[in-house]
């Protein structure tokens, strides 16, 4: 019977987990779960006997691969997979999938939450601003940033849109003023949303000289990756920017000394939460054992992302 190892040191809510084992189970396969491990030793052990995973941010390197000898396939129950190592995975001929757009809702709740909560100051009780007619640019427009789209239309905000991989027509025809240039993006926006992927191009890509051009009040918003900004203009950007905010999920390296000087101007979430919603774990763990399931009785890899 194939063995379905489901391994997430942040675990799904008990809803989708449940769903998640009558897919695997009436499909006639065992589920196997590993919740809330701390070690990669746990999740090397674990992996060992199973013929497919399903993991969310957990990382999935050479190592584990190594001890996994009869994997056929790995699913990232979520967007952004850079926790897989893709190479190796293609070198053991172990297919890599993801779930696009399942838990993109709740990122995009998330991210106009924190844009509510910067501009009434963190909640301190002082007059803040509203969104209402500003300007939101949106770094990277896929499922994300679309769903940030259709809620902050409903904000009244002005909607900006950059990305070199959508083009003109798709992002016009839904109301958004289309951006070819990344600079213009941030010279025209006070609110700029992040929803790229990290990968070697995007890696500290959001430097200070992008950061520097952005109007009086500029407020950035990461429900992206820590890993594409560039920490040392982010601090640049706080030093010479006193209207400078900066709203996160997940710590940036450097929040010991954004926190000892520049208090009141940021927000980082202690565990990225931006899929941690019911809805969003139903949706994206069913749709990995959905795809499970498939792979293996149809040979089904829709959503293959190491072809
Ligand atoms: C994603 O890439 O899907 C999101 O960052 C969510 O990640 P998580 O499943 O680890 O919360």
């Not at 924190?114 to 100051?121: D, I, Q, S, T």
């Amino acid at each position: 019977m194939k063995k379905i190892l489901v391994a997430t040191e942040k675990p799904f809510a008990k809803v989708a987990v449940e769903g998640i084992k009558k897919i695997v189970e009436d499909a006639g396969f065992e589920l196997v779960l590993l919740e809330n491990y701390s070690q990669k030793g746990e999740l090397m052990q674990a992996v060992a006997d199973a013929d497919a995973i399903i993991i969310r941010s957990d990382i999935v390197d050479g190592e584990v691969f190594e001890s996994a000898k009869k994997l056929k396939i790995v699913v990232r129950a979520g967007a952004g997979y850079d926790n897989i190592d893709l190479a190796t995975a293609t070198a053991k001929g172990v297919v890599a999938m993801n779930t696009p757009g399942q838990n993109s809702n709740a990122v995009a709740e998330l991210a106009m939450g924190m844009m509510v909560f910067a501009a009434r100051n963190n909640f301190n009780g002082l007059s803040g601003t509203e969104l209402r007619g500003k300007n939101l640019g949106l770094h990277a427009y896929g499922h994300v940033g679309k769903a940030v789209a259709t809620i902050a239309r409903g904000f009244g905000m002005e909607i900006y849109a950059f990305d070199p991989f959508v083009d003109k027509k798709t992002i016009e025809a839904e109301g958004i003023h289309y951006i070819d240039d990344v600079n213009e993006l941030y010279k025209t926006c006070q609110y700029v949303s992040l929803h790229m992927p990290a990968t070697a191009q995007t890696k500290k890509s959001i430097n200070d000289n992008l950061l520097s051009l952005m109007p009086k009040g500029a407020t950035l918003i990461n429900t992206a990756r820590k890993e594409v900004i560039d920490e040392e203009g982010l601090l640049k950007m706080f030093t010479e920017r006193a209207d400078f905010k900066y709203v996160s999920d997940v710590e940036p390296d450097c929040k010991a000394l954004i926190a000892e000087k520049f208090s009141g101007r940021f927000y980082f979430t202690p565990k990225k939460i931006g899929a941690q919603t019911a809805e969003a774990n139903n949706n994206a763990g069913l749709a990995a054992a959905r795809q499970i399931v498939n792979f293996f009785i149809k040979n089904e890899t829709t959503f293959q992302v190491n072809k």
